[in-house]
């Protein structure tokens, strides 16, 4: 194992806050990403030298984010790269197929584009945290990602469609640590409010939340819990937690343990079989532990000669086949430890004047890049066989697909299109008259059947849209004028008195209002039903005026009470109840309302804002 520390201004001597390796390309060289607080991303390749250290070289210069980039992760196919900053945007970055570096914005410097050998843009951006992005880890096919951000959130998102799946939202600070679990089944975030929690990715529910650890038995007496994380005052800004690449492991920094009257700042290791404790933690004496990342390659498990020349399997703590590699940064140092034992195998430490960032693994295992605050980064390069033997066959992994809720989305979306309460085409008004007149609702009954000639010449054809109206209740004025009702197939409805009617429409909930607020009893059939009673009745002083059809006026409650005293001193606290449990009627007159059986569209889903570019 050699130690450089390039002697590079990475971002203009500004701190460096991460930096990864791409995997999946071809293997001619590795390129290396970093991001700083200058607010560009660099990418770079690093290549072995002849004294086995590594060699690095300018690629390009990525300029789109308005401040500081807090995190860079590559897509683990190779094709894209993720950047998350303080603007609260999360960037993808594609590699441009033309070998001539694209045009420099107008905002990045000159310089600094004539030094481009590469062109990449952005194909897309993922808005929807309103704080800075901290964290970000892909699946293992690229097609989704979770973020983690200062707004106490965490986001999973759909690559492929652009939108989030669902929002973690129950965090009581900052998220600054994410991963999500190679098979795809957990989704993993670390928060300053001192508290890991592990999310199914099918229920987007939250399947495990660790926080404390008791010291001692109960039969030893007294029990005392102490806090596993660190809060607020650790001086790092992240704490990056990792999965190790089968998935069998959680590995949690920033942790922290209790023993009598000292703290001891460790790293937890948490079993796939059961993540609410830990069973093992790394300890790291001197500084709080900040980020852990595993190496992509698996190992053949490290063996002794005996004295008769035998073969011998060294000790295997956690009982795999096969050996992964990991290394945990803390505030100054870099341990480096595999699954086969608890104790570390290497350890780097003051190479950095400044606390370190981030950790990055090259695809091959050949080496580990650290960034640091102080402006700088490091690089550990192994030579061949200096970490084990790769295994031939690396481990088969079943990989779940999170639920990206398409189905569900699909008929909530139909269920929408078929109860939104826009104009229907004639047909579909006969077929819902014919369907209800066999008396399941008297006033969803009545909804074609007094639909006049006008608005039915005015009812397009063509499928309706959703569209968001302005609903206000309507007076007593409004239903008053009479117009000259449609012949129906249905039952007459009759009233004996005005008061009678009036009581019916304001009194009696319907079964319909009752199950589904947005369809009650005002519907284009109440004016008829009011105009039969406010015809007989002396009690609407308006009632005799005539109009071509059902056009109630839309005026707020109080007129009902300045302009009817007499139906308002009676029916105030029916009004009142009416006001708070049901909908006002259609304000657009050639509107017809669906009918009572037909779900609601309140809850139809929200998509995020995303850019496409």
């Not at 707004?151 to 640590?177: E, F, P």
């Not at 939250?206 to 010291?215: E, G, I, L, Y």
């Not at 005293?565 to 259609?586: D, G, I, Q």
Request: glycine letters at 6%.
């Amino acid at each position: 194992m050699k130690v450089v520390t390039c002697e590079i201004a990475w971002h203009n001597k500004e701190p460096v806050y991460s930096l990864d390796f791409q995997h999946g390309t071809d293997g001619r060289f590795h390129r290396l990403a970093t991001a700083g607080v200058d607010t560009t991303v660099r990418l770079w390749r690093v290549e072995m030298g002849a004294d086995g250290k590594a060699v690095v070289d300018f690629l390009s210069n990525l300029a789109r984010h308005t401040k500081a980039v807090n995190v860079v992760r590559f897509c683990p196919n190779g094709e894209l790269l993720a950047s998350g900053g303080d603007d609260a945007a999360v960037l993808l970055w594609k590699l441009n197929d033309c070998k001539e570096p694209e045009q420099a914005p107008v905002f990045q410097e000159d310089e600094d584009a004539l030094l481009n050998k590469e062109s990449w843009s952005v194909v897309k951006t993922l808005r929807g945290h309103i704080e800075d992005v901290y964290d970000i880890c892909w699946t293992r096919d690229g097609n989704f990602m979770v973020s983690g951000s200062v707004d106490n959130t965490a986001i999973m998102w759909d690559i492929n469609r652009g939108q989030k799946l669902c929002i973690l939202n129950d965090h009581k600070s900052y998220v600054q640590g994410v991963t999500w679990d190679p098979l795809g089944q957990y989704v993993a975030t670390l928060s300053c409010d001192r508290v890991m929690r592990v999310y199914s990715t099918h229920t987007k529910k939250k399947a495990f939340c660790v926080s404390k650890m008791s010291s001692g038995s109960a039969g030893e007496g007294e029990v005392k819990h102490y806090r596993m994380f660190h809060d607020d005052s650790m001086r790092s800004f992240f704490r990056r937690l990792s999965f190790t690449p089968d998935g069998s492991f959680l590995l949690a920094p920033a942790g922290c343990m209790e023993t009598g009257e000292n703290i001891i700042n460790t790293t937890f290791v948490f079993s796939r079989k059961g993540l609410k404790r830990p069973i093992a933690h790394l300890p790291s004496p001197a500084k709080a532990t900040l980020a852990v990342r595993c190496c992509p390659v698996y190992f053949e498990l490290r063996t002794k000669k005996g004295e008769d020349g035998s073969v011998q399997t060294l000790p295997n703590v956690f009982q795999l086949p096969y050996r992964m590699v990991f290394a945990v940064a803390s505030e100054d140092s870099v341990f480096l430890y595999d699954t086969q034992q608890t104790l570390p195998f290497g350890l780097v430490s003051n190479i950095h004047y400044h606390t370190l960032s981030d950790l990055a693994w090259s695809r091959d295992g050949s080496f580990l890049a650290v960034s640091s605050t102080d402006g700088y980064c490091s690089f550990l390069s192994f030579s061949p066989g200096e970490l084990g033997t790769p295994l031939k066959e690396p481990p088969t992994l079943e990989v779940i697909t999170p639920n990206s809720g398409l189905a569900k989305k699909g008929k909530k979306t139909s269920a929408a299109r078929t109860s939104s309460p826009v104009p229907q085409p004639p047909s579909s008004a006969k077929t819902s008259a014919t369907q209800t007149s066999h008396g399941k609702d008297a006033s969803s009954m009545l909804v074609s059947s007094v639909t006049s000639p006008d608005e039915k010449k005015s009812t397009p054809n063509t499928k309706p849209k959703l569209q968001s109206r302005r609903i206000t209740l309507n007076t007593l004025e409004g239903w008053g004028k009479s117009s000259t009702p449609k012949p129906t197939t249905s039952p007459p409805q009759t009233s004996t008195s005005g008061s009678t009617s009036m009581s019916s429409i304001l009194l009696t909930p319907t079964a319909s209002s009752a199950t589904q607020p947005r369809i009650a009893s005002l519907t284009p059939s109440t004016p008829k039903i009011l105009n039969s009673a406010n015809t007989s009745g002396p009690s609407t002083p308006k009632s005799t005026t005539t109009s071509k059809g059902p056009t109630p006026r839309r005026v707020s409650l109080t007129s009902v009470a300045s302009r009817l005293p007499a139906v308002s001193s009676v029916f105030t606290s029916s009004a009142e109840k009416a006001k708070h449990e049901r909908p006002s009627p259609p304000s657009d007159p050639v509107c017809q309302p669906p009918e009572s059986k037909r779900p609601k569209t309140s809850d139809s889903p929200a998509t995020s804002s995303v850019t496409q570019q």
